[in-house]
């Protein structure tokens, strides 16, 4: 396969671990942690995925590499020695993220993690009141997460660094951007973008939820999902998925879990007839996965195609459009 015939991903997301400590209602976690090996990314498993990238996309560089995955990035037992490993391949990306409910992000490692390469946070904390916060978190630890908040712009404001950060809170009645902002009076001065995400159809989630909104599509004609010439996520095995839907519910038992990076090349895999085929199938107007009838995160992505009647399918606009948004 040639790099003319491949993808290059727009984000890659790394499950440093998929240990957790909430139980969402909105999270398929719960499930999985009965049958999953819980544990952390070893660092030779981080490496090899990281030089993979330097070695096969050339001087391209991937947009993002995202900490995230079926977990909580600050309970990663390796957390110091991964950020390590991760600054070293800095260079590849133009941004590194972090994805955190805050609930561990102490002091300590809000330090550590503002001394690293990471340069964009993404914070969720999905509700704007604590009774919200207990039905769809499991678990109450509102006044807990506004603790650390406050405290990592506090650490920010003293490490004087350039980054970005967002803080979600779920669309739903119960809470709203509004109200989240009001516990934080430093945080408009500071640039961080509080939003209120849209939240996708996936199986954990019934139509008509009384804690969250599900998104409904604006249109019944389904295009192609731009995830899987987009995204890449690799869980703390080295299992390799192509959409954000198939890391969080599913996993190595389906059809989404694409091969193991410990026995192929991140490229490789990423770009493989399987998911080829998919983009295929996509652009024919089928599903690419049998999974993806469930999930409508589709209509949350560019619509980077074309219908062609002429041909029957989607043509492809540009290779150029970001991966998708979640944000109002």
Same mark, same amino acid.
């Given at each position: ?33 009965? !049958?999953?090996? $819980? ?5 030779? /498993? ?87 916060? $207990? ?10 997460? &506004? ?22 809170? =779920? ?30 159809? !996936? ?39 192509p959409c954000t839907i198939g890391n ?17 090349? &991140?490229?490789?895999? =990423? ?47 540009? !290779? ?5 948004? /979640?944000?109002t």
């Open positions: 396969m040639t790099l003319h015939d491949s993808e290059i991903p727009w984000i890659i997301n790394l499950e440093l671990t998929n240990l957790c400590q909430l139980e969402c209602v909105f999270c398929d976690h719960p499930v999985f942690k009965k !049958k999953m090996r $819980l544990g952390c990314m070893e660092d030779s /498993l981080v490496r090899k995925i990281l030089s993979d990238i330097d070695r096969d996309w050339g001087d391209e560089k991937i947009h993002e590499l995202g900490l995230v995955g079926l977990g909580e990035p600050t309970l990663d037992k390796r957390w110091s020695q991964h950020l390590e490993i991760i600054s070293e391949y800095a260079h590849r990306f133009d941004r590194i993220s972090l994805n955190s409910n805050l609930v561990s992000l102490n002091a300590k490692k809000s330090k550590e993690v503002l001394d690293s390469a990471v340069n964009a946070f993404t914070f969720s904390i999905n509700a704007s009141n604590r009774d919200h916060y $207990l039905d769809m978190m499991g678990t109450d630890q509102f006044d807990r997460v &506004v603790e650390n908040f406050t405290h990592f712009l506090k650490a920010l404001q003293e490490a004087k660094k350039d980054v970005s950060i967002d803080v979600q809170v =779920f669309d739903s009645e119960k809470s709203s951007v509004e109200e989240l902002i009001q516990f934080f009076p430093s945080a408009r001065d500071q640039e961080v973008n509080f939003f209120s995400r849209k939240v996708y159809s !996936k199986p954990v989630i019934k139509e008509g939820s009384e804690v969250v909104n599900l998104h409904v599509p604006d249109s019944d004609q389904r295009y192609p999902c731009w995830d899987i010439y987009t995204r890449i996520y690799i869980d703390i095995e080295g299992f390799l998925y969080d519910s599913y996993r190595q038992e389906s059809e989404l879990c694409l091969g193991n990076v410990q026995q192929s090349s &991140v490229y490789n895999i =990423f770009n493989s007839e399987r998911n080829q085929k998919a983009r295929e199938l996509f652009e024919n107007g089928k599903l690419g996965y049998p999974e993806c009838k469930d999930c409508n995160i589709w209509s949350l992505t560019p619509n980077n195609f074309n219908w062609s009647d002429e041909e029957g399918k989607w043509l492809r606009k540009t !290779k150029h459009l970001r991966a998708y948004s /979640l944000k």
